[in-house]
């Protein structure tokens, strides 16, 4: 079964304005990982964020983790049209972190 | 660096016949991970090699799958024989030693079995 479950599974925004996407997990992780994939290519990594950290920024990128309940979220502020795209999270898990579980996406699209 | 490379991008086959898709990963990277991509079953892992010695291969979904890595500059996936349901995008990545790493994708083979 997927370890990393996002939600929602489609999200439809307006250019500028923010996004917000969530993961839940089921095991104890070494770190979890965005990845951005654009139709019809590879999945390009966005951001990591390790167990011990609660939050990072990378540009217009946020993410959050929480452990005790065991989810994650990205939120990418003044969207635009070229972020449309589908986003995973993945899981590194404690113990086996060689390796990653990655869900099966959100689609994000941003109008113009 | 030209990223990972895997060839061919397309392959459109027969059921029955042998495919083989290559990855070249990134000059440096330990670690070469196959997945497979499809609507109904999302990313999957197949196999993952470090130093080029197979590691996990829990995914492999039947015999009829089998990879390899030679050296560290070049690996394998085959499948023998195809079938429809093989039909998918299929992804090679790789990435360096340390436990936080990212991986880098390749662009991925659609394969089709008809």
């Known amino acids: 079964s997927q370890q990393g479950e996002e939600d929602p599974q489609a999200l439809s925004i307006q250019e500028g304005e923010n996004a917000t996407m969530n993961c839940s997990y089921k095991?104890?992780?070494?770190?979890l990982q965005w990845y951005r994939q654009n139709s019809g290519r590879g999945l390009v990594h966005l951001i990591l964020i390790r167990s011990n950290e609660r939050e990072k920024h990378s540009g217009r990128l946020r993410v959050t983790l929480d452990t005790s309940k065991k989810s994650s979220s990205l939120l990418i502020t003044a969207s635009r049209a070229a972020d449309t795209a589908s986003y995973f999270c993945a899981t590194a898990q404690t113990g086996a972190n060689s390796k990653l579980t990655f869900g099966k996406g959100i689609t994000l699209s941003v109008r113009p | 660096d030209a990223g990972v490379i895997q060839s061919p991008r397309h392959e459109v086959t027969e059921m029955g016949q042998e495919v083989t898709l290559r990855c070249k990963p990134i000059s440096g990277h330990d670690y070469l991970f196959w997945y497979r991509q499809t609507m109904m079953r999302g990313l999957e892992l197949l196999i993952y090699?470090?130093?080029?010695?197979?590691?996990?291969d829990s995914g492999m979904p039947e015999d009829r799958f089998s990879a390899k890595m030679p050296n560290a500059s070049f690996s394998t996936l085959k499948i023998q024989p195809s079938e429809p349901r093989d039909s998918a995008v299929y992804f090679c990545?790789?990435?360096?030693?340390?436990?936080?790493?990212?991986?880098?994708f390749g662009p991925g083979t659609r394969l089709t079995v008809l």
């Open positions: 990545a790789s990435r360096g030693q340390g436990g936080y790493n990212e991986q880098f």
């Open positions: 095991t104890s992780i070494n770190n």
């Open positions: 090699f470090n130093n080029n010695v197979p590691i996990d």
